[in-house]
């Protein structure tokens, strides 16, 4: 375990897209970002891990719908029932998911969050999948690496389907 500080002020020209996921806010970076699109029609898929809830379609391509609660937030803060506003399709490494969202806030520049250099850290796990806490509105945001998110949160799709 490292605890190593990620975001500094060197990055304000950087932009990040806001979302909430239950009452979490995150973000990510708009080059991990492929569309956003509205709520679909999830095949549910038997016999896959409990992250997976299904398969959807997204423009003729069929990709796996990643409930990331189970890697973003604690066991306790997973609530049963969750119902996505929106889905982000996410690429990244030759892999693509498209991740239910609660609230989407859209683009930001990095200069419209509050950056403590002293703070911001996080202490890293074997699930790398955040780059760092900022703050919005004086709420905690999580920076989420999509590459990391995807990578561990994948299922190769020929053994989804």
């Not at 423009?59 to 982000?88: P, T, W």
């Amino acid at each position: 375990m490292s605890s190593i500080p990620l975001i500094t002020s060197d990055d304000q020209q950087e932009q990040l897209y806001l979302f909430a996921i239950c009452d979490h806010l995150f973000a990510v970076s708009p080059k991990w970002l492929d569309s956003i699109i509205a709520p679909v029609d999830i095949i549910p898929t038997p016999g896959v891990p409990a992250h997976i809830q299904g398969l959807c379609a997204v423009q003729n391509k069929v990709v796996a719908v990643f409930d990331c609660r189970y890697y973003l937030l604690e066991s306790g803060q997973i609530h049963k029932e969750y119902k996505a506003s929106r889905y982000m399709i996410l690429t990244a490494s030759g892999m693509e998911a498209a991740i239910p969202i609660s609230v989407s806030y859209g683009f930001k520049s990095l200069k419209e969050f509050e950056i403590d250099e002293q703070n911001n850290s996080i202490v890293y796990t074997d699930n790398d999948v955040f780059r760092g806490l900022i703050r919005y509105d004086g709420k905690i945001v999580r920076v989420i690496n999509a590459a990391s998110l995807l990578s561990v949160a994948r299922v190769p799709l020929e053994e989804v389907v």
